[in-house]
């Protein structure tokens, strides 16, 4: 099996997209995001000034109608698997990686969610 294959499975057993979402921590999700994603990403009012220019701000993300899904799916998404790891999935390189590694749990990615979801427009 393939490492997207795999992680989609892993994914599928973690979040079935349809079945309700257990309920995230905000604050937790805060914590992760600004010590795994701020130095890419604008991260609220964390780092307003900060991230790379290219990369769009969690805020802005926030507002895509389908940011559940590319919140679920980041690590698979690109430049993310290079330093995201799935649990039980084969590495995507043995190059060590640029940033802190982040190890995708469904709780973690339940309460980044919870903490995205405090960005939305009111
Ligand atoms: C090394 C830099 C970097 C880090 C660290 C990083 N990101 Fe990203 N992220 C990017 C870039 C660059 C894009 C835009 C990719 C594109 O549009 O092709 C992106 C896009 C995204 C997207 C939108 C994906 C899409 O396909 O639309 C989400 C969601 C996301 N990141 C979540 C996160 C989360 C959550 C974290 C922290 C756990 C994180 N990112 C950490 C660089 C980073």
Request: charge should be positive.
């Amino acid at each position: 099996m393939n490492r997207s294959a795999a992680a989609a499975l892993v994914l599928g057993l973690m979040l079935p997209l349809s079945a309700p979402r257990a309920q995230g921590d905000a604050a937790a999700g805060r914590r992760l995001a600004v010590q795994h994603c701020a130095r890419c990403h604008v991260v609220g009012d964390h780092n307003p000034y900060g991230g790379i220019g290219s990369t769009p701000s969690f805020q802005l993300l926030a507002r895509r109608a389908d940011y559940l899904e590319r919140f679920q799916t980041f690590f698979e998404r690109r430049p993310h698997p290079v330093y995201v790891r799935v649990p039980d999935t084969p590495r995507l390189t043995d190059l060590p990686s640029p940033v802190a590694e982040f190890t995708v749990t469904p709780r973690n990615i339940e309460d980044l969610i919870a903490f995205v979801e405090t960005l939305k427009p009111k």
